[in-house]
């Protein structure tokens, strides 16, 4: 008889479908880590849930590298790859660690599901204890949000400070969101020339830049996730954290309703800090790169 124990874990890992399809995904990944800031290294850790691969950037000022560095966490189905556009800004000021999530396509390999929440706590504490990273200015975009709060409630010991970009983990997601999501898939296969048109009205960069719009649909033709929809945090939960915390949210974002959470997060959290970035949906970090990077370095700088 198999072991029905075993099974059910393998059902909750996620996987790539084959190896070819594994290295086209790396390759166009690549093509993306070449626009942003060079890594200096990278490296696989080696935790309870799979090895967890993290890319490591730095200033070229020495006094800069002792700052207090900064761990980014990325969205859903995705990797590292899609911070590009803020690795030249954040490591210009800080040591910068990216790391590929397990259960997300990337470098990182799963063996045991991570989406309950004291697993998803334990398997990024064990991750920054592995890069001896004691102290750690956390940053999640998406459902790296998730992750990022999740973990400023379970273990926010290493927490400097959160900076969640239009996170998952304040409220249930809605239809919505996922009618805008699949839109926005069915739209890369679009004629080139109604590309800019469809990126406008959905809000979707990843329509009118080549290399990311390649590195989505590859992700999506190459790896299975297997995880449900994180379980939003609960007020009384969210009442729990105290590490300083920075919120930013798009005005259009699908994920969540902004000035509802604008309103909602610095009630139930003391001292956070909540804003809006007008003309952007679900990517204030890609659409304002510029401006958010600072603002997120401000925030950091005033935490330390």
Excluded at 27 to 40: F, K, N, P, S
Aim: glycine fraction near 6%; aromatic fraction near 8%.
């Amino acid at each position: 008889m198999p072991d029905t124990a075993a099974i059910r874990t393998q059902a909750d890992v996620g996987r790539y479908v084959s190896d070819a399809w594994r290295e086209r995904y790396f390759a166009a990944c690549d093509v993306l880590y070449a626009l942003g800031a060079t890594a200096l290294a990278e490296e696989d850790v080696e935790t309870t849930f799979g090895t967890t691969h993290v890319y490591r950037y730095g200033p070229a000022d020495p006094a800069a590298r002792e700052r207090t560095p900064v761990v980014l966490v990325h969205g859903a189905g995705s990797c590292s790859a899609m911070w590009y556009p803020n690795t030249p800004a954040l490591s210009a000021e800080r040591p910068v660690y990216a790391i590929d999530t397990l259960g997300d396509p990337g470098r990182s390999v799963q063996c045991e599901p991570i989406h309950q929440p004291e697993r998803a706590a334990q398997w990024l504490d064990e991750t920054l204890d592995q890069l001896g990273l004691d102290r750690v200015h956390l940053v999640g975009a998406s459902y790296g949000g998730w992750l990022a709060l999740n973990q400023a409630h379970l273990r926010p010991d290493r927490l400097v400070s959160v900076t969640l970009l239009d996170p998952g983990g304040l409220e249930k997601v809605g239809l919505r969101f996922f009618v805008w999501l699949f839109a926005g898939l069915f739209a890369t296969f679009a004629p080139k020339a109604l590309r800019p048109k469809l990126a406008a009205w959905l809000e979707q960069p990843v329509l009118v830049m080549p290399e990311l719009r390649t590195m989505i649909r590859t992700a999506v033709r190459a790896y299975r996730i297997r995880r449900p929809a994180p379980v939003p945090l609960t007020e009384s939960e969210l009442s729990t954290v105290r590490t300083p915390l920075y919120l930013v949210l798009g005005k259009r974002s699908l994920l969540v309703h902004p000035q509802r959470q604008v309103e909602r997060v610095p009630r139930l959290i003391p001292g956070a800090r909540a804003e809006i970035i007008s003309n952007t949906g679900h990517g204030p970090w890609i659409d304002h790169a510029e401006e958010v990077g600072r603002r997120m370095l401000e925030f950091m700088s005033t935490a330390d």
